[in-house]
């Protein structure tokens, strides 16, 4: 059974910092590429940031510099560092895994970032 399970969201002020985690289970951790999405109340689910099972990352423009992925496969866990947040970064954060090269996807429950100001 895939599980993807997101930890670490929370209530957090302009300027503050938070870590997310998702941990992984049922697949092939170091085959897939990782990848954080989020989706603010009725906007459309967006891209934040992706990290491939060679550790090349790609960041949204809006979080470039302010938004770090990290992996660590041992663990079979993806990591999202956010700093200087911002109001505008307020939503529920997904955990998403892809399969480099069947494309198969998973997706977690998400977890809630609240950011105020």
């Known amino acids: 059974q895939v599980q993807l399970v997101e930890s670490g969201g929370g209530l957090v002020q302009a300027g503050g910092s938070l870590r997310l985690s998702c941990a992984a289970s049922?697949?092939?951790?170091?085959?897939?590429?990782m990848g954080w999405f989020r989706q603010a109340p009725g906007k459309q689910r967006e891209l934040v940031a992706t990290?491939?099972?060679?550790?090349?990352?790609n960041y949204a423009d809006s979080v470039k510099g302010r938004f770090t992925i990290s992996r660590d496969n041992a663990k079979s866990t993806v990591y999202l560092r956010m700093d200087s947040l911002k109001p505008e970064d307020t939503a529920v954060y997904y955990c998403?895994?892809?399969?480099?090269?069947?494309?198969?996807?998973?997706w977690g429950k998400g977890t809630l970032v609240t950011v105020s100001s």
């Open positions: 990290i491939t099972n060679g550790g090349i990352t």
């Open positions: 998403k895994s892809r399969h480099h090269w069947s494309a198969i996807e998973y």
């Open positions: 049922g697949i092939p951790f170091s085959l897939n590429v």
